[in-house]
């Protein structure tokens, strides 16, 4: 008989311990940041907890020391997913590929299209990306500033033939110092006025599906291994 693959995915509390390591040692600090929320919440609820207890209030302190090992771990766990996050995304600052391990986690929401550039110049390896969404397209340029631009630009034009009318915004994730951080992209995308229904959303997004892509893709971050930070 075949053995059967025993290995298994870890667990939850396991899970959390190598997310935890993994983003204090992309930066020692946000130990202390992680450490000092947890304290400071634990502390002010024990505090309280210990002057029910001390007051003669049995039932109310059961309640808030309750409370408070609650309000602990839910902090813990938005301070640890944020700075996960924020160090995640600063070690992939400046990688190809990088973008599209961001808009992984746009696409799990309302909006269509691929982790994949739709663009990609193979000499300078500068990339377009195109989602489409609520806000209408969003075309993402990586890599160096002019080149990026000269492929949206390009993919612009393909757009106005394709689907007309359409609201087409045009972010840029370069070395330009205007261009956004890879960390502010998934935010920057989310402020963008609405412009499209969801039927709306599901007809342009099948006619960019039938416009296709321009690659070869360039080497670099694979957004189909990478595994950002889930909220």
Same mark, same amino acid.
């Given at each position: 008989m075949a053995k059967k693959n025993e290995s298994k995915e870890p667990g939850?509390?396991?899970?959390i311990i190598l997310v935890l390591k993994r983003t204090i040692e992309l930066d020692r600090k946000n130990l202390w940041i992680i450490l000092g929320s947890v304290i400071a919440v634990l502390g002010t609820g024990l505090a309280f907890t210990i002057s029910f207890f001390s007051s003669g209030n049995w039932i109310t302190g059961i309640l808030f020391s309750i409370l408070t090992l609650l309000s602990t771990f839910i902090v813990f766990s938005l301070v640890l997913s944020r700075r996960a996050e924020k160090a995640a995304y600063g070690s992939w600052e400046g990688q190809l590929g990088a973008v599209g391990a961001v808009l992984q986690t746009v696409l799990r929401r309302n909006w269509r299209g691929?982790?994949?550039p739709v663009a990609v110049n193979p000499?300078? !390896?500068?990339?377009?990306? /195109?989602?489409v969404g609520p806000a209408g397209i969003v075309l993402v340029g990586e890599g160096h500033q002019t080149g990026s631009q000269l492929l949206a630009d390009a993919e612009r034009k393909k757009l106005s033939k394709i689907a007309p009318g359409?609201?087409?915004?045009?972010?840029?994730?370069?070395?330009?110092?205007?261009?956004?951080?890879l960390a502010e992209l998934r935010k920057a995308i989310n402020k963008l006025p609405k412009a499209l229904k969801r039927t709306e959303i599901r007809v342009v997004a099948a006619r960019l599906t039938a416009l296709g892509t321009n690659l070869p893709i360039p080497k670099g971050i694979d957004p189909? !291994?990478?595994?950002?930070? /889930?909220?």
């Open positions: 939850q509390v396991a899970q691929s982790e994949q000499r300078s !390896r500068d990339a377009v990306y /195109r989602i359409v609201t087409v915004h045009t972010l840029f994730v370069t070395e330009s110092t205007h261009a956004l951080k189909r !291994r990478a595994r950002p930070v /889930r909220k």
